[in-house]
């Protein structure tokens, strides 16, 4: 999401020394669903069993394990798998478990425990560097920037209160997007980038949010 956690997770393994196997969990929950959990305890049991020293990371494990409540889900399982994994290994020195998150509030609780004290929160931008970043992508954007858009910063300053780099970079792209959309339908001079395609911009931005918490 744009806010360094996959990079610092990598940068501690790369410090601790050893074997560092990488799991994004979209793969993970796309290309083996019903196996999340099995899949995850042979990849971890194999590794300690073969490597002198492991670091596994779990990327974006909100997603993975968001629906823990429910008993028809793999995430329950996968849950209670990691669980049991770092229960029986959390004195193994030769060990460890990282798990990246966006929403951690959508893990289990008593997931979150098992990680105790050991939990590193990543600030998002500031209104100041939201500011800065939207600003810096108006100056050099493909599209022709309407004048109005100028006006409207501020409000889309607010409007993307919590968000992440990336995020709001995606948004500007998108709202880049839908300026070319209007460009080829109407057939004018060039695109141009008013404040109506950040209103297309937005309902694209939650749609995607919400597609990928269903996949």
Do not use: W
Not at 28 to 53: D, G, M, P, V, Y
Not at 82 to 105: H, M, Q, R, S, V
Not at 111 to 131: T, V
Not at 170 to 182: E, I, N, W
């Amino acid at each position: 999401t744009g806010l360094g956690k996959s990079v610092l997770a990598k940068a501690i393994a790369l410090e601790l020394g050893g074997s560092c196997m990488h799991l994004p969990a979209g793969f993970l929950f796309k290309s083996h669903r019903n196996e999340t959990a099995q899949l995850i305890h042979e990849i971890i049991k194999k590794s300690i069993n073969e490597l002198q020293q492991v670091v596994v990371i779990i990327d974006d494990m909100d997603v993975l394990l968001q629906h823990y409540n429910s008993e028809y889900h793999d995430s329950m399982m996968t849950t209670k798998v990691l669980c049991k994994i770092l229960d029986e290994y959390a004195t193994n020195p030769n060990f460890l478990l990282i798990g990246t998150a966006f929403e951690p509030n959508k893990i289990s609780p008593i997931m979150m425990e098992k990680f105790g004290d050991n939990i590193i929160e990543l600030p998002r931008p500031n209104s100041l560097l939201r500011k800065e970043i939207i600003e810096m992508y108006l100056r050099n954007s493909r599209t022709l920037v309407d004048v109005s858009v100028n006006g409207y910063v501020g409000d889309l300053v607010n409007k993307t209160e919590g968000f992440s780099h990336r995020r709001i970079l995606q948004l500007m792209d998108l709202a880049d997007g839908v300026a070319f959309s209007k460009f080829f339908s109407q057939k004018s001079q060039e695109p141009i980038l008013e404040i109506e395609c950040f209103d297309g911009a937005f309902k694209k931005l939650e749609e995607l949010k919400l597609e990928f918490a269903i996949n």
